[in-house]
């Protein structure tokens, strides 16, 4: 089954830039979405088709896509940016279609 | 605005049976893929089962495949998930999600815990 390796953990300080990443094979070719989880709260999309952003979420959100790697980028990082974050890919005709990375805790500092 | 509410989490044993439901409203629900998508504590959302608009293609997870139903009434815009012969590794919030492929719409959520 396919696999998207995130880093466990990211800190950083308020102001600088966050980037996550997320491994896969050849996921450069797919379309990858990230989302925001908060503690006790419901994941929220902030990221879709590698590098739009969904009405409401700050431009400070972007993505990029390209070879084996997808990253988020996070610039001018707020302490409510403090959260879990995880990528996402949809195989179509696969036996396991949603595919969630593992996920990056983003400490502010 | 687009509201999915989900009911129907508890304690239940191991083996036991458990029905969900997800209440939906602000959009037109017989239009929509829809979906279950869970979580286990400390771990990362999984996605276990959907269905069409019309009920014709439903899909499952290995994880899932033969204990879980999911089902959907149109009429009055609810999804449901019918969980039987459940087991301890089936503990998580269960989300309620509009949409396949990404998701911009997800319930709160509903914690069903097995335990004995």
């Known amino acids: 089954s396919y696999v998207l390796t995130q880093p466990p953990s990211v800190s950083v300080a308020p102001g600088q830039t966050a980037r996550l990443t997320c491994g896969g094979n050849n996921i450069g070719r797919k379309s990858v979405h990230w989302y925001q989880q908060k503690p006790g709260q419901a994941p929220v999309l902030v990221i879709y088709d590698d590098r739009d952003r969904p009405s409401g979420i700050p431009e400070r959100f972007s993505g990029s896509n390209s070879g084996n790697t997808a990253t988020l980028t996070i610039s001018r990082v707020e302490a409510g940016d403090e959260a879990d974050y995880y990528c996402?890919?949809?195989?179509?005709?696969?036996?396991?279609?949603?595919?969630f990375g593992t996920g990056t805790k983003v400490s502010v500092l | 605005q687009v509201q999915l509410v989900e009911s129907g989490g508890a304690l239940v044993k191991p083996g036991g049976s458990l029905r969900l439901s997800c209440a939906a409203s602000g959009f037109i629900f017989r239009d929509y893929y829809m979906s279950w998508i869970r979580q286990a504590p400390g771990k990362g959302p999984e996605w276990i089962s959907y269905i069409d608009e019309s009920s014709s293609t439903v899909y499952y997870a290995e994880s899932v495949k033969g204990r879980f139903t999911i089902s959907r009434d149109n009429a009055n815009n609810t999804l449901y998930l019918q969980m039987d012969s459940l087991r301890v590794d089936d503990t998580a919030v269960y989300y309620c999600a509009r949409e396949i492929v990404v998701v911009a719409a997800w319930g709160q959520g509903t914690l069903v815990t097995v335990s004995s």
């Open positions: 996402q890919v949809w195989l179509s005709g696969s036996d396991h279609p949603g595919v």
